[in-house]
DNA sequence: AATGAGCGTTGCACATCCTGCAACGACCAC
DNA sequence: GTGGTCGTTGCAGGATGTGCAACGCTCATT
């Protein structure tokens, strides 16, 4: 692995903490000054971070533009767009879509009743991973040694008295979800809201992506919210047929 | 600049138009397959490039992780969003907030009428740079040279027939915004939707963001968006105030 | 006004680290 | 079974990154 190139992006997440001058970033990458000048200068260059007045650095506009450009050209994504639209024009609640990697669990799109807005604003964020249905779709799926991994080095924060409480319990619902192939997050993040999720599959029966569907309880109390798990898995499954290849392609109605 | 560095970085928007194996990305580079190699590597440690099943590669999830961290440091936003969130309960519509950077204007916050959603959705896209309210507001305040060369390096789709047509109708427009400080969007974007806009300074004078109030044709005439400039204005005024420091800080009331 | 400290910047000599080569191994198609 | 493609590895040569020291600038201090 490069050490320039090593020494280079690790600048990245120390001014995503907050601005730095020159200095600061020689001292916290434990190299001189001209040396971090010369990287700050490259990612400069490169638009990855940007000068402000005070002369100080921080992460600059091209950051988003990757991150937006990547997450468009995410293919499970574009497949299942128009199905998680369809299925919000049907049922109107807020609709989620995410992906795993290394580690984290990212949404990747976002319907929402009359606003089909993309929102990023979790993107990256410790988003629940503990709770939320469309993790627990994730992790089940994981390997054995991968699942048990994952699992001992999270943190279990209690953000209700529903939340999964530790590793062990959340192991348990893993197991749970990974028989039923479904999965739903009740109160377990948010008091007031009630999730249903379901996976969604590559041609080789593993799991790439996950979707749920979200309803405060004023709205729909949580039985009725699962009885449009039906729907869901219908959707997922539509979505895994075309993603894997197994389905009539250039078609994304109910 | 790092010669190494500048090659690996060269591979993010590489990759930003869709996943590439090794060899495109050492052709595309211009080096030798082992080169690409290593970089790759660097690159997938710090998780900005992720390797799918078919061993190809393409951006990570650890970007929008850094992306996200950014703009929540970004210290206009966080002065910024409560005043646009208090302004979205009076008035309801749509409130954008953006930032010019390098050539680039970024939105970097989003409250939607009931939806206090942070949306990206559009950030790093060339947004409109030419018609949007926010975009004249933040160039009229660039200084004189680097406007013009702005201006004309610019595209100008004609996204309706009330588009900014080309360079010289945009610098007019920009001078007319300057003079009056604020600006809007009347159909340039997309037909049915209007915009006012006005400009938030820093303790200098210089323009340091913009925001501006959507709302399509439907809801409110162009005539009746125009009355709501005063309160626009205000806002933004508010949000200098405290930026500054010239303001009464822990306050965000109306 | 003068002085000094702090910070970013530059040019350079050294040697570290990156580069490209060639060979190996895995995988797939024919 | 065989040929081809692609990712991977170790290595030697040298291009490239590194740290040093000195300079100039701005700002705070006396």
Redesign the interface.
């Known amino acids: 692995?490069?050490q320039?190139?090593?020494r280079?992006?690790?600048i990245?997440?120390l001014?995503?903490?907050?601005?730095a001058d020159l200095g600061q970033v020689a001292e916290r990458l434990g190299v001189h000054k001209s040396t971090a000048l010369?990287?700050l200068?490259?990612?400069h260059?490169?638009?990855?971070v940007?000068r402000q007045q005070d002369q100080r650095y921080?992460?600059?506009?091209?950051?988003?533009?990757?991150?937006?450009?990547?997450?468009e050209?995410?293919d499970v994504r574009e497949i299942a767009h128009p199905y998680l639209t369809a299925l919000n024009e049907r049922i109107g609640h807020t609709i989620h879509l995410a992906v795993y990697?290394?580690g984290?669990v990212?949404y990747i799109d976002k319907v929402?009743s009359r606003?089909p807005?993309?929102?990023?604003?979790?993107?990256?964020?410790p988003v629940a991973i503990t709770v939320a249905a469309v993790a627990k779709l994730l992790l089940a799926d994981l390997p054995e040694p991968e699942r048990r991994a994952v699992a001992a080095k999270l943190d279990y924060p209690p953000y209700t008295p529903r939340s999964t409480p530790n590793a062990a319990a959340f192991l348990k619902e893993l197991a749970t979800v990974r028989e039923q192939g479904w999965a739903t997050d009740l109160g377990g993040h948010e008091e007031s809201i009630n999730c249903v999720g379901a996976p969604i599959r590559?041609a080789d029966g593993r799991v790439v992506a996950a979707m749920s569907v979200s309803a405060p309880n004023v709205v729909v109390t949580a039985e009725e919210l699962l009885t449009l798990l039906p729907q869901v898995r219908d959707t997922a499954d539509a979505i895994s047929r075309e993603y894997s290849g197994t389905a009539p392609t250039k078609e994304a109605s109910a």
Chains 1, 2 share one sequence.
């Open positions: 692995m490069s320039t190139v090593d280079a992006l690790s990245l997440p001014l995503a903490q907050g601005p010369r990287l200068r490259t990612l260059e490169h638009g990855l940007h921080r992460l600059g506009a091209r950051l988003f533009a990757l991150a937006q450009e990547a997450v050209n995410l990697e290394e984290e990212v929402e606003y807005v993309r929102m990023y604003s979790r993107i990256g964020k590559g």
